[in-house]
């Protein structure tokens, strides 16, 4: 019998902290690069949140139907095929969220070196990433407490932020309402490029669906935490993007494209910060971002090895990294994810590898909302929670996000081929684990 120890208030936390991250405080920098008016900056971040909450509503629905730890990978295989499931979570496991947690450390190795120069950003990053993975490694209670603790710090200074940025008000004079260019800037490809870092900023809305085997009461909490929690992310995403740019010239917020630090993100929290609590406020906040990120990274070093674990316990070769400690962590898997996401931190480019995940996540959520179409049509109607406004609510996420899948191979091949790389290796590694299986029984 599954001992369930997360309940409503952690799988919201959970949500919440995986989406409050990365993309939001380093996300801007790469829209200003395409887009100078403001309306269309925040139609960015409207849509973007109503892509999520679409998508949730959707999750919401599979994951009370299938509620078993795994995500993408439970999922495509009871609604499509095995091979299907094992390639998403092979994505997953290798650099779903390994990857977001280098960024992560890399956006708080950024912010922390903005408060004090004498920090280096890669070493930064790499002393958090190893303290809270042996955090939860060693006891999953203390993590979820651990969790609970840092997201609702993050909301709270979240809030006193955008509340001092509308009391601080619209200094740089910047206009919200639609302008002459607005339609052109929106009918561009660089809006439907800039959705993926806007994608990317709101992706972890279904982090409770990694672990729906450890929430308390599932076919009420699951869909209650995902919705939930997407609902209040958008409102701060909304909001706090509004306040950067309001506070802050456009052109400080922009990342360089030049010299040894270009494409690396900006620390846009801390330029409004300094505009709206001056230099010593603007450090302070500073600070309390990097608390934030420590957040996100948590989050995701939790859902990660849930997805690590049911995947390669099926692999002979692969299954000692499905090992549990006598707490039941699954401490090898996280030990696994810790050294992929150094790995990455230390070699990888930012912008090319939000590019990477961006497309990876939206391919395999796309095919999961496409998923619930296909189970209502394989077992008819659930009995409990139903997607809102079915069959409306797939349809415009599916259709949203091929489009963004489109622009995106056109105008960042290389990145999108990797991805789907990447995918394959994922397929190829299923049927060579599946033959050897044969093998076995054969003789």
């Given at each position: 019998?599954?001992?369930?120890?997360i309940?409503?208030?952690?799988?919201?936390?959970?949500?919440?902290?995986?989406?409050?991250?990365t993309?939001?405080?380093?996300?801007?920098?790469?829209?200003?690069?395409?887009?100078?008016?403001?309306?269309?900056?925040?139609?960015?971040?409207?849509?973007?949140?109503?892509?999520?909450?679409?998508?949730?509503v959707?999750?919401?629905?599979?994951?009370t139907r299938?509620?078993?730890?795994?995500?993408?990978?439970?999922?495509?295989?009871?609604?499509?095929?095995?091979?299907?499931?094992?390639?998403?979570?092979?994505v997953?496991?290798?650099?779903?969220?390994?990857?977001?947690?280098?960024?992560?450390?890399?956006?708080?190795?950024?912010?922390?070196?903005?408060?004090?120069?004498?920090?280096?950003?890669?070493?930064?990053?790499?002393?958090?990433?190893?303290?809270?993975?042996?955090?939860?490694?060693?006891?999953?209670?203390?993590?979820?407490?651990?969790?609970?603790?840092?997201?609702?710090?993050?909301?709270?200074?979240?809030?006193?932020f955008?509340?001092?940025?509308?009391?601080?008000?619209?200094?740089?004079?910047?206009?919200?309402?639609?302008?002459d260019?607005?339609?052109?800037?929106?009918?561009?490809?660089?809006?439907?490029?800039n959705?993926?870092?806007?994608?990317?900023?709101?992706?972890?809305?279904?982090?409770?669906?990694y672990?729906?085997?450890?929430?308390?009461?599932p076919?009420?909490?699951?869909?209650?935490?995902?919705?939930?929690?997407?609902?209040?992310?958008?409102?701060?995403?909304?909001?706090?993007?509004?306040?950067?740019?309001?506070?802050?010239?456009?052109?400080?917020?922009?990342?360089?494209?030049?010299?040894?630090?270009?494409?690396?993100?900006?620390?846009?929290?801390?330029?409004?910060?300094r505009?709206?609590?001056?230099?010593?406020?603007?450090?302070?906040?500073?600070?309390?971002?990097?608390?934030?990120?420590?957040?996100?990274?948590?989050?995701?070093?939790?859902?990660?090895?849930?997805?690590?674990?049911?995947?390669?316990?099926k692999?002979?070769?692969?299954?000692?990294?499905?090992?549990?400690?006598?707490?039941?962590?699954?401490?090898?898997?996280?030990?696994?994810?810790?050294?992929?996401?150094?790995?990455?931190?230390?070699?990888?480019?930012?912008?090319?590898?939000?590019?990477?995940?961006?497309?990876t996540?939206?391919?395999?959520?796309?095919?999961?909302?496409?998923?619930?179409?296909?189970?209502?049509?394989?077992?008819?109607?659930?009995?409990?929670?139903?997607?809102?406004?079915?069959?409306?609510?797939?349809?415009?996420?599916?259709?949203?996000?091929?489009?963004?899948?489109?622009?995106?191979?056109t105008?960042?091949?290389?990145?999108?081929?990797?991805?789907?790389?990447?995918?394959?290796?994922?397929?190829?590694?299923?049927?060579?684990?599946?033959?050897?299986?044969?093998?076995?029984?054969?003789?």
């Amino acid at each position: 019998m599954l001992h369930r120890k997360i309940d409503f208030s952690a799988a919201v936390s959970l949500v919440v902290a995986n989406m409050v991250g990365t993309g939001v405080f380093t996300g801007l920098g790469f829209q200003l690069l395409s887009h100078t008016q403001a309306f269309t900056i925040m139609a960015l971040w409207f849509i973007g949140g109503i892509m999520a909450l679409l998508g949730a509503v959707c999750y919401a629905e599979l994951a009370t139907r299938l509620p078993q730890d795994g995500g993408e990978y439970h999922f495509l295989s009871k609604v499509y095929h095995p091979a299907l499931g094992f390639m998403a979570g092979f994505v997953s496991a290798t650099v779903g969220f390994s990857a977001p947690i280098a960024l992560a450390a890399a956006s708080l190795g950024t912010y922390a070196h903005g408060v004090f120069n004498s920090i280096n950003p890669v070493w930064m990053g790499t002393v958090v990433i190893m303290g809270i993975a042996a955090i939860h490694a060693t006891n999953l209670s203390a993590g979820v407490k651990f969790q609970k603790i840092f997201t609702l710090i993050k909301v709270t200074l979240i809030v006193v932020f955008v509340a001092a940025g509308i009391f601080h008000g619209n200094t740089q004079g910047i206009s919200f309402s639609y302008g002459d260019t607005s339609a052109a800037e929106i009918m561009t490809a660089g809006f439907a490029i800039n959705l993926v870092y806007v994608s990317y900023a709101y992706s972890g809305w279904n982090a409770s669906a990694y672990l729906a085997g450890e929430i308390q009461q599932p076919e009420k909490n699951l869909n209650r935490s995902i919705i939930w929690g997407t609902l209040l992310v958008m409102l701060l995403y909304v909001m706090l993007n509004a306040v950067f740019i309001a506070s802050a010239p456009m052109q400080e917020m922009i990342v360089d494209t030049q010299g040894a630090q270009a494409f690396q993100p900006k620390d846009v929290g801390i330029v409004s910060a300094r505009y709206i609590f001056g230099n010593w406020g603007g450090k302070v906040m500073g600070g309390v971002i990097c608390l934030l990120l420590i957040s996100t990274i948590s989050a995701m070093i939790i859902a990660g090895p849930r997805v690590i674990q049911p995947m390669f316990g099926k692999i002979p070769a692969l299954n000692q990294l499905a090992s549990t400690n006598s707490k039941g962590n699954p401490v090898a898997a996280i030990l696994f994810q810790t050294i992929l996401a150094l790995i990455i931190l230390w070699t990888a480019a930012f912008d090319s590898i939000m590019q990477y995940i961006g497309f990876t996540l939206t391919l395999f959520t796309t095919l999961t909302v496409a998923g619930v179409i296909i189970y209502r049509i394989k077992h008819g109607k659930p009995e409990g929670y139903k997607a809102l406004a079915y069959p409306l609510s797939p349809i415009l996420f599916i259709a949203a996000n091929l489009g963004v899948c489109y622009f995106q191979i056109t105008d960042k091949t290389t990145e999108s081929i990797i991805g789907l790389a990447t995918a394959l290796a994922g397929v190829m590694l299923y049927f060579i684990s599946t033959d050897r299986k044969k093998s076995q029984i054969d003789h």
